[in-house]
């Protein structure tokens, strides 16, 4: 299938590798020079534009950072560009609200379109090992599910335009509050003398376990191996944490929702960035606790 591929950044990149290893033909484009030379290593086709990139394309797939870059690329160099069956398939993260207007202009137009944000980082965009949260109607999902399955392990329909995105901050934000309360219970433990290790086994079979200490324990030399044993680089960067957190704040504002730990996990991972900790990952916040 030919495929144009808007967006060839840290996840991009290795996302639109996966496309060729699946056999597509891959037209690549991004702002970067590096970015685009990259993807031409990887065996993609790169052009000086998006409206180059989209022509006689079956499907678009994009990966960009934000809700206002992901509008305007749409809105001006794919939408009325790319030819008309093609699928449009956004992977970025951004807000609820301008995925779904995004989505409504591209059925205007007569495209399908889904919002297919991502779990899993870097390693997991190179591995081709992705878990896609699927906005989107049944005919769209069906279409995006096959160059999907090609860049990840998971794909699963979230419900109509938008829920892929409401899936994802959605589970962020549990992620966000659920790691900050691991990191002070272990503080807490450490406080009243118990050894972590022995605290760990207990917890983890006990009503207190959750993913954030069981697969990404914040405390280096306890549970599996983590970024908190590389002195907590690599992983989920705080300042992408800290992005989803003010996404799922906007939605629950929008919604009428009430998210008190939300909002204080946002507060947090925000006096976290501020004070330079933007790339250390999102676990090292036990570091201020
Ligand atoms: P990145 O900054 O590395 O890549 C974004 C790329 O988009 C850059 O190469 C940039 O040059 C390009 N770009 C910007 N504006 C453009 C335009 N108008 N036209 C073409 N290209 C343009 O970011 P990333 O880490 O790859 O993240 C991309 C998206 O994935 C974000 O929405 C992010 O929230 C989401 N995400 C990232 C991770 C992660 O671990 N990095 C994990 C899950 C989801």
Redesign the pocket.
């Known amino acids: 299938m030919q495929i144009a591929f ?7 990149g290795g996302m639109a590798a996966n496309l060729v290893k699946a056999g597509h033909t891959v037209r690549a ?4 020079e590096a ?1 685009i030379e990259h993807a031409r290593e990887s065996g993609c086709d790169t052009f000086g534009s ?1 409206p180059e990139a989209v022509q006689g394309v079956e499907a678009v797939v994009s ?4 809700g206002r ?1 992901v509008e ?2 749409y809105t001006s160099d794919v939408i009325g560009r790319a030819p008309e069956p093609a699928l449009l398939i956004d992977c ?3 807000d609820v609200a301008t995925a779904k207007r995004v989505e409504d202009a591209a059925k205007a137009a007569r495209y399908d379109m889904v919002d297919a ?2 779990s ?3 390693a997991a965009a190179n591995a081709g090992t992705l878990t896609f949260m699927v906005g989107g109607s049944d005919t769209a999902f069906a279409r995006a599910k096959p160059i999907l399955d090609g860049m990840g392990k998971t794909v699963i329909h979230a419900g109509g335009a938008g829920a892929g995105q409401a899936a994802k901050i959605c589970n962020n934000m549990l992620l966000g509050a659920s790691m900050i309360a691991t990191c002070e219970t272990f503080r807490l433990a450490e406080k009243l003398g118990l050894d972590l290790q022995t605290f760990y086994d207990i917890a983890s079979k006990a009503s207190g376990q959750n993913w954030s200490m069981t697969s990404y324990c914040p405390v280096p030399g306890v549970g599996p191996q983590s970024p908190a044993d590389n002195g907590y680089q690599g992983g ?2 705080s300042a ?1 944490m800290l ?1 989803d957190l003010k996404l799922a704040m906007e939605a629950a504002h929008d919604a009428g929702a009430t998210v008190p730990m939300g909002e204080l996990a946002e507060k947090l991972y925000e006096r976290f960035t501020a004070a330079g900790n933007g790339t250390v990952d999102f676990s090292g916040i036990i570091r201020t606790l």
């Open positions: 808007i967006g060839l950044g840290n996840m991009g484009f991004d702002l970067a970015a998006a990966m960009l950072p934000n870059i305007s690329v970025s993260t951004i944000p991502v899993g980082g870097i989920f960067a992408l992005k």
